[in-house]
């Protein structure tokens, strides 16, 4: 019986015990009464002695009232926090070294200076009842050996994944530790992914692996985490190695669009070094601060922004650190320019997909104004569409992003996407055209026509070339039956059938929070969760999501 459904007893077995305790204590009187002949005593009690007996009696009921109270005041603390748990975000470890543990505490701290409750816990306390009371998870798990679980989830691979467990309400993330050298990489973590979508779990986002405590693979699970509670601007762990590259050109996409207006940025390194990385990689942007808001930071502290301060091993003007930074309060006082510095925290880095090839002699990304609830443009956006100007230097980094790596030359690919998530697809579509990869097909969905089909001149003619065997738009304001992209890929439900049975790889770059899992339903829809999972496993299913 689970502790949920033993509850209400526990309020009852303190009455049901004194009740019966009570009878007894009347079966010894009567008992007892009928030894005696005539009067029980020669002579009445005195009044004293009354009071006395009926001072025992109201003692004795409310102390069975006290007991009483205590056990429902624990019950109600019990449900409260049992309610408490409930709705707080679970981080949860599988460490052989501690360092699985110590990545769990880094996930926590960063949720909860984000606004969120957390609650530890390392994955052998969990058992299939509490596992099912939870309804959000983040899983830290690392591989051992040759693919085995770390020793402390033994117990629960043997006794919980060996089950059928309902978690439908569960909402899940795992980070799998391993290293590429061993054949078995991350496997446990892949292991553990397969077994909570196989209970009905959904992912909040997709696994993300980490090979050698790989630091651009830990900043990516920070990116997605930071996506939870209020604060979404929480620091990096540890601060990418930046490489300055300057803006080139940026170019409005959409004007007059019912969404955000979306901008093609070209960069290129200051250096004017090798280009080198590959369709599916991501570039890390360090954001700044728009330099009126740090004048203006400057002027209510009353502090001179030429100043020279140290700040991460290097001598810089005060202004340029603020630009890098969170700030404290302004009304805190600060007498010296090296103190205030003292006080900032580095602004986290932001991820886009990189929309070009090396061959195209520079990084060009697809970047969507994003605002803020005041108003005020986001973090990363607000500088690449706004502030930042042409010429202007950004800190960059190209983080590989291997398992959105293209398959082969031979093995034709459908490429599904929406609004920016474009960026990542229109790479492979460039990557491939040299290699004579012709059997693609791009299904793409935004608002309107006229306004968001971005490089729509680029994709008709590589249509027209024979790049594109298919073309599928999906315009969700234009009216007509295919809205959304998922729409239009119901509609061609044959086709995906027998894409995917000619070898098709499903690359899928996007919004997280609507078009992916939706697309994901409906290729369940057409294909069976069997099939779908067993293209995953064979990596002709990838997600660059967001």
Known sequence: MSKASTTPLRGIAPLFGNALVMLLLA????????????????AMPSAARGYAAAASVLAYAALVGAFLYRARARDKTAQSRAVATRDAMWVVHASQTGFAMELADMTAASLRRAG????????????????????????????????????????????????????????????ALGDREYAQFCAFGHQLDDWLRHQGAKPLFDLVEVDNADDSALRHWQHHIGQFGDDTEVPDWSAPRYEAWRLRERVELNPGSLGGPAYHLVLAPEDGGLLVWTAGDIAEIGPQHAREDVDRFLHRTGMDGSARVHWQGET????TVLALCHWPDPATAFTEAQALADACTPLPHREYSIAST?????LHLLVRLMRRPDGTPGLGSGWLCTHARPGDAVALRIRRNPNFHAPAADTPMILIGNGTGLAGLRAHLKARAPAGATRNWLLFGERQRTRDFFHAEELLAWQTQGLLEHLDLAFSRDGGEHRYVQHALLAQADR????IDEGAALYVCGSLAG???????????????????????????RRDVY
């Open 496 to 499: 995906v059938r027998r894409w």
């Open 358 to 362: 090396p061959a195209d002699g520079a």
């Open 116 to 175: 969120v409750a957390v609650q530890r816990a390392g994955l052998e306390h969990l058992d299939a009842a509490r596992l099912q009371g939870i309804e959000r998870a983040m899983f830290v798990v690392s591989t051992t050996g040759e693919g085995d679980p770390p020793d402390p989830a033994m117990g629960f691979v043997r006794q919980v994944m060996s089950q059928t467990l309902a978690l439908e309400t569960l909402q899940y993330a795992v980070l």
């Open 316 to 319: 810089r003007p005060l202004a």
């Open 515 to 541: 078009m992916a899992p939706d697309v994901d339903a409906t290729l369940r829809r057409i294909l069976g969760d069997e099939r779908i999972e067993a293209l995953r496993a064979d990596g002709r299913y």
């Open 27 to 42: 079966a010894c009187a009567w008992l007892l009464a009928g030894l005696h002949d005539g009067d029980w005593w020669q």
